[in-house]
């Protein structure tokens, strides 16, 4: 089971990126999938999340500016950056919890990407 991050990358402030995620050796579309991320010297956060097809939990940071969609055909999951700003430079990481359930714990997931770096420069 493998899920591959990718997308990351360093821009500037105000520029968009778009995060993937592909899922191997599972069925992504079952469950919960969410995008979590580390910045420099903080706990790991709750980014957003999707599950039967609905969005949930999208924190107050990054809410109008981020969206996360998915793809059950490729079996993957998206996270859509605009308006980037200096404070999401951090590791972004894609996850699949085995629940149908609008989890926001990390221990709920059993499954993670390696993670993609996104560095904004000011």
């Known amino acids: 089971v493998q899920l591959q991050a990718s997308g990351g990358g360093l821009v500037q402030a105000g520029d968009s990126l778009r995060l993937s995620c592909v899922a191997s050796?599972?069925?992504?579309?079952?469950?919960?999938r969410a995008w979590f991320r580390r910045a420099p010297g903080k706990e790991r956060e709750f980014v957003a999340g999707?599950?039967?097809?609905?969005?949930?939990g999208v924190a107050d940071s990054v809410r109008g500016r981020f969206t996360i969609s998915r793809d059950n055909a490729e079996n993957s999951l998206y996270l859509e950056m605009d308006s980037l700003e200096p404070e999401d430079t951090a590791l972004y990481y894609c996850?699949?919890?085995?629940?149908?359930?609008?989890?926001?714990?990390?221990?709920?997931?059993?499954?993670w990407g390696q993670g993609t770096l996104v560095t904004v420069s000011s």
């Open positions: 999707i599950r039967s097809g609905v969005t949930f």
């Open positions: 996850a699949r919890s085995p629940r149908d359930y609008s989890d926001r714990d990390p221990p709920r997931y059993d499954y």
């Open positions: 050796g599972l069925t992504f579309s079952t469950g919960t």
